[in-house]
């Protein structure tokens, strides 16, 4: 038998389960915000880390990932298997990339992967619709898809659920202004009418531990906003297919005030982002809990490496008798001539300092940390790993096995949130998304609206995906590095055998290119070019032109260097009184590079 949101004692039941699924959570939740304390470091505010954090591994790590994993704004490709239904997909591919843009999807996503790093991202697919769309943000436009990062503090799901698509419910809680939470008709008028303000001052969650919030907000609690909220949950049952609201337990009433049929994407509208799957556990196991120990060892071994080096002293010890040769040389400025009548009588002595044994440990934790994070130097371009460019292109093609992984997963995840992002929009039968369609080769544009007439077929006849490329890191050096190497291996060796069939190579159109991709628009003026379009070689009114016969010579330089490994090695060799050979030894004085 299903769920009966009409009947008290199931409902009753829900909220038992929900009640048990939140404090089965709370150790997640625990951890989740000491993770992030550590991340903040102490200087971030009074309620971040209490002790200082001079090197923060974590938040490197962290940063590299998240660039790594979310670039830039990601883009849509849709397509279908039916021919007659191209048109529909290319309308439907604009209309999804414009509203991909207007919510602003690249921010939502980083956020989603920073927090999936820390336990599992989380965000609610949805259309603002009515009353509810103008009073949850300024960001939602009624009538529009929205797409929202949920915390975890606001977040609960079946925990007797082994793998996700076992669990009875799922949800989130969130704050609606009392006054217009009572007037809203989608509401049950008996339900919403027992609504009571709910503190927005709390520091904790139900089960008494700390909200992130006050990370930033500190643990005090402050006046309430300036005016009142309530608390309600959305709440989905995956096998019934409803969507229910009822409201926060301190909220009053306990029937749902909303009920509806779910009719949208099959996987809900709540999608989990969780890089490291456990064997028969629903909760992930977070990155940054990995690397959370030797971070906070690291950390550990450098303050009291600090301690040691701010204990450090040098005094200067005279024998009796030669008290005025001391005080001759205390009170000498540098570089001074001072009279000594017994130097051998007065010596410098240095007391304290730095242990070379903990400081060549804390430097092997460092490359420890980078190992198990997968190789963060060649991630995060951090210095070279060999001592030529082909081997560090291996070693990060390599070392990227790892976040390829995490990258794949990242990919399906906003996949579904695209699908669903595009099923809200194709079920709308009023929501209308402006765009502009491009016309054949030309760099013309004719403004296309996506209104319910344009929609052909099922949508189920169409395919979204995520284009891959737009999910990579492409700098402007990378773009320019692959133009080199197209024209060095294949164009310029090619170049008689592409002028006999007419093609040409736009000089002018290089250069502009180079300059693009190198801030330099300078080039452009530099560079000055005959009247009329740019002179190509060959064409079709000139005769074919054969290259020269030319000889070429390669010389190869090879100029010391020193790895970021390299060097750490060796000053940990150095420290701990380790033989080395003397190439091995001048590391340490190389720069990196």
Same mark, same amino acid.
């Given at each position: ?37 550590? !991340?903040?470091? @102490? ?130 809680? !969130?704050?609606?202004?009392?006054? =217009? ?66 409201? $926060?337990?301190? +909220? ?56 040691? $080096? ?28 001072? @009279? ?102 030309? =760099? ?17 006849? !169409? ?39 007419? $093609? ?16 330099? =628009?300078?080039? /452009?003026?530099?560079?000055? !070019?005959?009247?009329?379009? $740019? ?17 070429? @010579?390669?010389?190869?330089? /090879? ?26 030894? +001048? ?7």
């Amino acid at each position: 038998m299903g769920f009966n949101p009409n009947d008290h004692k199931q409902v009753k039941r829900l909220r038992e389960a929900i009640g048990r699924s939140r404090r089965l959570l709370e150790p997640f939740r625990v951890k989740d915000l000491y993770a992030k304390r550590q !991340y903040l470091g @102490r200087n971030y505010s009074d309620t971040a880390s209490e002790k200082r954090v001079p090197i923060n591994l974590l938040e490197l790590a962290i940063q590299i990932y998240t660039r790594a994993l979310v670039p830039g704004n990601p883009r849509a490709l849709v397509g279908s298997d039916f021919t007659e239904l191209r048109d529909g997909a290319a309308d439907l591919d604009i209309a999804l990339n414009q509203l991909i843009l207007e919510i602003d999807i690249e921010t939502t996503l980083k956020r989603c992967v920073k927090n999936a790093m820390f336990s599992m991202g989380i965000i609610k697919v949805g259309l603002a619709s009515g009353a509810i769309g103008e009073i949850m943000g300024f960001r939602h436009d009624v009538g529009q898809p929205f797409a929202d990062n949920v915390s975890l503090d606001d977040w609960v799901h079946d925990m007797t659920a082994k793998r996700w698509e076992q669990v009875g419910f799922a949800g989130n809680r !969130y704050r609606l202004p009392l006054e =217009e939470a009572k007037e809203l008709e989608v509401f049950a008028k008996e339900e919403r009418e027992k609504l009571q303000a709910v503190s927005s001052n709390s520091t904790t969650n139900q089960d008494g531990d700390e909200r992130e919030e006050t990370l930033s907000r500190g643990q005090e609690s402050e006046p309430d906003a300036f005016k009142p909220y309530t608390e309600v949950w959305d709440l989905w049952l995956p096998m019934e297919q409803l969507l229910i609201t009822v409201p $926060a337990e301190e +909220a009053g009433g306990t029937m749902p005030l909303k009920v509806i049929e779910w009719d949208g994407d099959e996987r809900g509208p709540f999608h989990i982002l969780g890089f490291n799957e456990v064997p028969g556990q629903i909760m992930p196991l977070a990155p940054a809990h990995t690397m959370l120990d030797l971070h906070e060892l690291a950390n550990k071994l450098f303050r009291k490496l600090g301690e040691q $080096a701010q204990r450090q002293k040098t005094v200067l010890g005279v024998q009796g008798g030669a008290l005025e040769d001391g005080t001759r040389v205390m009170t000498a400025s540098d570089g001074e001539i001072i @009279r000594l009548d017994s130097p051998q009588m007065t010596r410098e002595y240095k007391f304290g300092g730095i242990d070379q044994t903990t400081l060549a440990f804390c430097l092997q934790i460092r490359d420890l940390f980078s190992y198990f994070a997968g190789n963060l130097d060649a991630l995060g371009g951090l210095g070279p790993q060999s001592d030529t460019v082909g081997q560090d292109r291996l070693i990060t093609s390599t070392a990227s096995e790892r976040m390829a992984e995490m990258q794949a997963q990242t990919l399906k995840f906003v996949g579904g949130v695209f699908s669903s992002l595009a099923q809200d929009m194709w079920n709308d039968p009023l929501i209308a998304v402006r765009g502009t369609k491009r016309v054949g080769d030309f =760099e013309i544009g004719i403004p296309m609206e996506f209104t319910p007439e344009r929609r052909e077929g099922d949508f189920f006849q !169409y395919n979204i995906k995520v284009d891959p490329f737009s999910m990579q890191q492409q700098t402007p050096g990378t773009k320019l590095q692959t133009v080199n190497e197209v024209l060095e291996r294949i164009v310029f060796p090619l170049l008689p055998v592409l002028e006999a069939q007419g $093609a040409q190579v736009d000089v002018k159109e290089l250069v502009s290119i180079i300059a693009k991709f190198t801030n330099t =628009e300078e080039l /452009n003026r530099i560079i000055v !070019y005959a009247d009329g379009p $740019a002179q190509k070689s060959g064409g079709p009114t000139d005769p074919v032109k054969q290259s020269p016969v030319t000889t070429r @010579r390669y010389e190869r330089i /090879n100029r010391p260097g020193a790895t970021t490994q390299g060097k750490s090695q060796a000053n940990i060799n150095a420290l701990l009184g380790v033989g080395q050979q003397p190439a091995e030894a +001048a590391q340490i004085g190389r720069p990196v590079g």
